[in-house]
């Protein structure tokens, strides 16, 4: 599933094709996709016709359309959703499910999602963050982003320092494969009690996560196949980059050790056994 820095790329991809432009047409080709928008099909479409998009937002995993009528269309990827940018009269790139098509004419967006677990809905922002996503916290990316306040909210909690990561209502946008690589900077074993962590290495591995997200972003994120690419059709780069995830049996970048998969949470997780012992001993 897309994590944070794959839907800033998505972001940044869409918003010189966005922002001031004029809707006209709007085609739902299957209705799953606007499942959550309680009007259905129908209404979504004419609920976004005439509406000018403003600059797109995300928070976290979370993309947003802003709309001049202080609406927007609240979008998740889920596994495979993807935005792409197309010439009108373009051949269709497989699933598309809704097309926008824009007064001026000129290229259109389409929302394409093979698995269809991703989604799209109109939503009452009011030009704020849509209230169906208030509960989820503020990532490392934002000006709310309060670092002693997640410090301080990790700490509170009596579990295991990967479980609070993936927490997205104490920090927002990290996933399993971003959590594996900000550990594994960190040298910490995703199991770490985290009310046995002192606040200075909670901040420690904030740090990882930020600068782990921030080298992703760089390389357009990560990507391990086709069901995530940029709105122009291409691949993010951040997976040649791994140090940990994906990276079983493969030598610690660090100090050479087999990386190790262990079962984690109905998923897998990556780590040195020799950089992230628990309790925490250092290469």
Known sequence: MPELPEVEVVRRGLAPHLAGRTLAAVEVLHPRPVRRHLGGPD????????????EPARRGKYLWLPLDSGEAILTHLGMSGQFRVDPPGAADEPHV???????????????????????????????HVPPEIAHIAPDPFEEAFDPEAVVRAIRRRRTGIKRALLDQTVVS???????????WLARMHYAQATDAL????????LEAVRR?????????????DSLYVHVNGESGY????????????????????????????????FRCPRCQRLPRNRC
């Open 173 to 183: 946008g990290i996933g399993n494969i971003y959590a594996d690589e900000s550990l």
């Open 43 to 54: 209404d979504f479409a004419a609920r976004l016709v005439g509406r000018t998009l403003l």
């Open 238 to 269: 951040f997976d040649r980059s791994l140090n940990a995830y994906g990276r079983e049996d493969l030598p610690c970048p660090r100090c050479g050790t087999p990386i190790r998969r262990e079962a984690f949470m109905n998923r897998s997780s």
């Open 97 to 127: 499910r809704v097309r926008l098509g824009f007064e001026d004419g000129l290229s259109e967006v389409r929302f394409c999602d093979q698995r269809m677990f991703g989604g799209l809905l109109v939503s009452e922002a009011d030009g």
């Open 198 to 205: 002192s606040p200075g290495r909670v901040r420690e591995l």
């Open 212 to 224: 782990i997200m921030a080298r992703a972003l760089d390389q357009g994120g990560t990507s391990f």
